[in-house]
């Protein structure tokens, strides 16, 4: 049974990305993949960004997460000491093709993106009675 | 008024990690800066744990007069954070719930982390206690205290014979 993830491609493929794209730094969110028979459950670690900072795009079966913090990167006053990076982020996913890509939802609550990807009702398993 | 030398209280500090991690250089130049003041290593344990590990990324800002602390942590409730503040030390503590049933269904990948954290950060300056604020907004838990007095930038006037 093919998974979400087969492999987390790093730059936004087939496409090239625009040179001005290239300059802009981002860092990818830590994810939950959880998968049952009815699709799979992706928790995105998106902390600082909020609902309006969220862009979810789906491009045939590559599925990418983007997050924009809502705060500026550098405040006024300095830093005393930083772990944060204040980058934005980003994660590009290919899905597996079973997904019902019209019924894909997603939830943003205190930095956490949960996406719900269902698979197509064909694609579920189903039990067969044999006569 | 009399100067006393920051002293950093024995057990945690701000940098979580050993010497043998290398930074990145603007912020061990930021380090460096201040004289270090992150010198001896700190808890073993901490070393270990981060980056990635089981604790929150932390900020430290310095404005004019407030010192203002961030912790990256999504994902929680308010009433699973615990913030405190003794002697200068700020502790952040707390415990991420969350994971899914596993009887549900598996888990094809797992980076996010779970459990009980602790946290203690030195504050740069001398603060109020009693202005401390915290808010816990998309994920990030920010502290607010103000500078004491004594801790706040002052022009000194000097006069010349």
């Known amino acids: ?131 | 008024m009399t100067l006393t030398r920051w002293q950093r209280p024995d057990g945690y500090g701000v940098a979580p990690w050993g010497r043998s991690y290398s930074l990145p250089s603007d912020l061990s130049q930021l380090l460096q800066s201040f004289g270090n003041v992150f010198d001896s290593p700190l808890d073993a344990s901490l070393a270990t744990q981060w980056p990635g590990g089981r604790l929150p990324a932390v900020d430290v800002h310095d404005g004019k007069d407030t010192v203002t602390v961030k912790a990256e942590l999504p994902g929680m409730k308010k009433e699973d954070i615990d913030v405190s503040l003794q002697d200068g030390v700020l502790t952040l503590s707390g415990e991420r719930k969350g994971g899914r049933d596993e009887a549900n269904g598996g888990v094809s990948r797992s980076e996010r982390w779970f459990g009980r954290f602790e946290r203690s950060i030195s504050l740069p300056y001398a603060v109020e206690a009693k202005t401390i604020k915290a808010t816990y907004t998309d994920g990030v838990l920010t502290i607010e205290l103000a500078k004491a007095e004594e801790a706040k930038p002052k022009q000194i006037k000097i006069e010349f014979n």
């Not at chain 1, 087969?6 to 998968?35: D, F, S």
């Not at chain 1, 597996?96 to 997603?106: F, L």
């Not at chain 1, 990807?117 to 044999?130: G, H, S």
Request: net charge negative.
């Open chain 1, 1 to 131: 049974m093919s998974t979400v993830v087969n492999r987390n491609t790093e730059q936004a493929a087939p496409v090239q990305p625009a040179a001005a794209e290239c300059e802009r730094e981002y860092i990818r969110p830590a994810v939950n993949i959880y998968e049952t028979q009815e699709g799979y459950v992706l928790e995105v670690e998106l902390p600082g960004v909020n609902k309006e900072g969220v862009s979810v795009h789906l491009d045939g079966n590559l599925l990418t997460v983007e997050g924009r913090r809502a705060a500026p990167a550098q405040p006024e006053g300095g830093f005393f000491y930083r772990e944060s990076s204040g980058a934005d982020f980003q994660r590009v996913f290919e899905v597996d093709p079973a997904i019902e890509a019209g019924k894909i939802s997603g939830r943003m609550e205190q930095g956490i993106l949960t996406l719900t990807l269902p698979k197509a009702e064909a694609a579920k398993p189903r039990k067969i009675a044999v006569a």
